[in-house]
């Protein structure tokens, strides 16, 4: 049987592999921290093979360093051994959503996710702090802080991590806020697929070095475009010399090469210049009758031929056929022409591409479908009283929540929905990450998406259970903590999304029924196409994914005897006769598994009573797991009967090891591909 390691993979092991099936000469053995022997890099000899001029340290290079930069790349490289457990009280639809609201440190978030949501997300987009010296609370875990910031807070974490505020008396504000940043976006691009993008949203502050830490996180030529975005048309009247008006999108790719075009929704104008649609596009009508400089027989002698027509049947074809009557490309003054096409092209696109029409004098005129290109690029400066973040903000909040200012400067909804609309328009199934939720912008944004376009898009929402202030409105409203706030906004928002467009599609339907009922002999195709888009936005709504499942993070489930034996003295043993901790459920144990084995945590999951054993079902045969302290043997042929992909039990459900190798017999017979772990 496996063993789970229950802790997050170690991406130093796996680069070192990686490195040594290029350079394997590089490859040394040097000592852990707890002096055992393990495989090290010669990093001198690798600058060397590199390079064929010695790279010295002192030699001056291109490059964006700040005080802990190396400790924090350490810290995104290093494996920990939190978890997170499932909140189903705080959560909506849990059984069935496959939305994510996850309550933690933004880092041990991405860590703890990291192996299950490997190149799954198609987008990220945070909005994270400014660092104005206000508003950046995080954990000091890299070595570079010093013990005032604690102090001067006044805040510890229960498990006696300091949190700090980034403040301008600092002479390290720029140093602390880069590395805050790069650790967590050095981990967040190994989430993203190779087709994904980032969007961070940012002032002026801070623009010229989160845009270096972006370049040499994603490459430069990864970077898609820099938007300015006026969120404040008034201006910041707090401003020293300019009064700010506008911030910034930053936008990158994983990889620019197989990143897809952004394309928005026509303009009003682009709709008038092409008034007409089909099931392929929107189009209009260009004559395909050649005019101008070379447009007579005798000059393109191969595109002057008859096109031939039935009236009845609306077919177009290049032989005459009965019924059939046969069309020149003739001018006004009844002069010949050719037409624009050849007759290859004819016959390729007659049933799609063409339209004939009859005039007022019964002469026939042939006519091109002239397609506009999908969409158009979005422009890098975006203004409309939309992006207001106090109109579509804070005022849309205080319209949510029945009280004024709940949360200090959200996002406007549009702005952020229009960003999401711009890398997702095409990505109608993905999952989107912000792991600086806030007030849940994001997530409302998106479902608002999902509504309009019928997209299935998940999102994951990541954020620090920051204290509200005791004195906010918010605070005595019962909203806690930000991530109070952010759950409520979900919750709230989406029964309006989903009442709101359920409502606005019935009257519609209404309507068009009355219509239909009117010209019941007569009915127009598309009258008759529209209703069935509609009953299909209808059924859409009815299971719209409004829900979220809760998660917040925590210390392992395991012991410590579990991770560093070598640690516990003798008479200390008696005391962990299970190597789990006592206050952890089984829900809080397959959370746990679920993740260690990299499954997404938005898989279904279905509890059952077998032989008087809880057993959980995730995902069909994904995977099945029991936590029973005692496990009936007769399970066993159950289980096995589905067939899964991987078992997991408790190590200490077996009462021997001669059971434990009874159970593996058993599934070797009846069920030869599925793995067993224990924990």
């Not at 502050?205 to 969120?231: S, W």
């Not at 409309?384 to 406007?412: E, N, V």
Request: charged share 30%; glycine share 4%; net charge negative.
């Amino acid at each position: 049987m496996e063993k789970l390691t229950m802790q997050t993979p170690n991406p130093v092991d796996k680069n070192v592999e990686q490195i040594a099936g290029l350079f394997p000469e590089v490859i040394t053995e040097i000592k852990d921290n707890e002096g055992n022997l393990i495989k090290g890099i010669d990093f001198d000899l690798l600058k060397q093979k590199l390079s064929n001029v010695l790279v010295e340290d002192e030699n001056e290079r291109y490059r964006l360093d700040w005080p802990g930069k190396k400790a924090s790349l350490l810290k995104a490289n290093t494996p920990i051994t939190k978890t997170l457990r499932p909140v189903v009280e705080e959560s909506v639809n849990f059984d069935n959503t496959e939305n994510l609201f996850i309550e933690g440190d933004n880092f041990e978030v991405l860590k703890i996710i990291q192996e299950s949501y490997l190149g799954k997300v198609k987008m990220i987009y945070i909005d994270p702090p400014y660092n104005t010296g206000t508003s950046m609370i995080y954990n000091n875990d890299f070595k570079i802080g010093e013990r005032k910031f604690a102090e001067e807070l006044g805040a510890i974490t229960e498990d006696g991590v300091k949190m700090f505020k980034n403040n301008d008396t600092d002479g390290r504000i720029h140093s602390n806020w880069l590395s805050f940043m790069y650790e967590r976006i050095y981990i967040a691009r190994d989430i993203l697929e190779e087709t994904g993008i980032i969007c961070v949203t940012i002032d002026d502050y801070e623009l010229p070095r989160i845009t270096l830490i972006l370049d040499q996180i994603f490459g430069e030529e990864n970077r898609l475009g820099t938007v300015t975005i006026v969120h404040n048309p008034r201006g910041r009247s707090d401003d020293t010399y300019f009064a700010t008006s506008h911030e910034y999108a930053l936008v990158y790719s994983k990889n620019s090469e197989m990143a897809t075009t952004f394309l928005l929704n026509l303009t009003e104008e682009q709709e008038e210049d092409f008034p007409l649609i089909d099931e392929i596009s929107r189009y209009r009508l260009l004559p395909l009758k050649r005019t101008g400089s070379n447009s007579t027989p005798k000059e393109r002698p191969n595109l002057y031929y008859p096109i031939y027509f039935n009236p009845e049947t609306n077919k177009i074809g290049l032989v005459k056929e009965i019924g059939f009557v046969e069309i020149f490309p003739l001018d006004g003054d009844d002069n010949n022409r050719v037409w624009r096409w050849g007759k290859d092209a004819v016959e390729k696109r007659k049933d799609t591409e063409i339209v004939v029409k009859k005039n007022k004098e019964n002469h026939y005129s042939i006519f091109a479908k002239d397609r506009i290109k999908e969409g158009r690029k979005p422009k890098t400066v975006w203004v409309d009283p939309k992006y207001d973040a106090s109109s579509h903000g804070t005022m849309l909040l205080q319209k949510i929540f029945g009280i004024r200012k709940s949360f200090d400067y959200p996002k406007s909804l549009y702005a952020v929905k229009d960003i999401l609309e711009v890398g997702l328009k095409h990505s109608k199934n993905a999952i989107v990450l912000d792991f600086f939720s806030g007030s849940a912008t994001t997530a409302h944004a998106l479902m608002q998406l999902n509504a309009e376009d019928q997209g299935t898009r998940k999102f994951i929402m990541v954020q620090l259970p920051e204290q509200t202030d005791k004195s906010s409105i918010a605070f005595e409203n019962g909203y806690k903590t930000i991530c109070d706030i952010g759950k409520e906004r979900i919750r709230r928002a989406g029964k309006k999304i989903k009442e709101e467009f359920y409502e606005n599609f019935a009257i519609e339907l209404e309507k068009l029924d009355k219509v239909l009922e009117r010209e019941a002999l007569h009915k127009s195709l598309d009258l008759v196409e529209r209703r069935s888009e509609l009953e299909a936005k209808i059924e859409h709504i009815k299971n719209l994914d409004i829900g979220f499942r809760v998660y917040r993070s925590d210390t392992s489930n395991m012991h410590d005897v579990f991770y560093h034996p070598s640690d516990i003295r003798q008479e200390q043993l008696s005391a962990f006769e299970s190597n789990i901790k006592e206050d952890r459920t089984p829900e809080d144990l397959l959370t746990q598994v679920i993740l260690d084995l990299g499954l997404e945590l938005s898989l279904s999951i279905e509890k059952r009573e077998i032989h008087g054993n809880q057993v959980f079902v995730v995902q069909g045969n994904a995977l099945i797991a029991c936590f029973d302290d005692k496990i009936n043997f007769a399970i066993v042929d159950k289980i096995a009967d589905l067939k899964p992909l991987r078992v997991v039990y408790k190590d200490s459900s077996f009462m021997d090891d001669k059971e434990r190798i009874n159970v593996e017999e058993r599934f070797n017979r009846l069920s030869p591909d599925t793995i067993i772990t224990v924990i």
